[in-house]
């Protein structure tokens, strides 16, 4: 564990043309902690983390702000320069540099960030309960039978966590987003295993932490 600026660097990976960092936000908590990192940041970035009502959607907002800061630095850029723009579904890019592609997620006290040559896609989630409707919503009939015949309430969980993980960073990685439909492709150990192929093709990378999951999504790696 590292510490940077008002967040803890819990994991970091590097992967084919990506790298990953997960952190905590904990620090962010501390007496004028939020403060200091706001000032850290790009006028986008806090106009973002201070239309959050509560303390905690502060912390997660500047949080990844941060975090995203940290990863800039071994292209000598400062995320306080950078001017964010939007994609066709809303996702965000570094205006003037094409070459960069990045995804930022959030959950409990957890911020990721990944960075790649590619368009990536990252996501981190608490364990949540598998319930009906987020099962019905996030999963295809095969995937759904799978999850029924875990017993184990606490595995099925993790599972199917680690399942949306996986759905959501394909989602950022294209851009698509929540349009994107869960349901019609299937992700197993890892790989996709679309009932119809995914287009466009990607390589997933997981990562578990204690009380979450998290899952990558690297489009056109080879």
């Known amino acids: 564990m590292t510490q940077s600026i008002g967040i803890e660097i819990l994991r970091h990976f590097v992967l084919d043309g990506c790298e990953v960092k997960v952190a905590d936000v904990t620090p962010l908590g501390a007496p004028g902690a939020l403060d200091d990192a706001l000032r850290q940041l790009s006028r986008q970035r806090r106009d973002k983390t201070l239309r959050y009502r509560f303390e905690r959607g502060k912390m997660l907002s500047a949080g990844a702000g941060l975090l995203l800061d940290n990863m800039l630095a071994k292209y000598g850029l400062r995320e306080r320069d950078m ?4 994609g066709e579904h809303g996702k965000p890019a ?8 990045f995804s930022l997620s959030h959950s409990g006290n957890l911020v990721a960030c990944a960075i790649g040559e590619m368009p990536v896609g990252v996501d981190v ?26 017993e184990d309430p606490v ?29 019609s492709f299937e992700i197993a150990d890892g790989e996709a295993l679309p009932l119809s192929r995914l287009d466009p093709p990607a390589r997933f990378f997981t990562f578990a932490l204690e009380g979450a999951r998290g899952a990558v999504a690297m489009l056109n790696a080879k």
């Open 125 to 150: 989630q608490t364990i949540v309960t598998a319930r009906d409707s987020l099962v019905n919503y996030t999963t295809s009939d095969c995937e759904k039978a799978h999850l029924q015949i875990i």
């Open 155 to 183: 595995a099925r969980n993790a599972y199917f966590t680690q399942l949306w993980t996986l759905k959501e960073s394909y989602a950022k990685a294209t851009g698509t987003g929540l349009t994107h439909e869960f349901p």
């Open 83 to 86: 001017r964010y723009i939007e």
């Open 94 to 101: 570094i205006d003037g540099h094409p070459e960069l592609h």
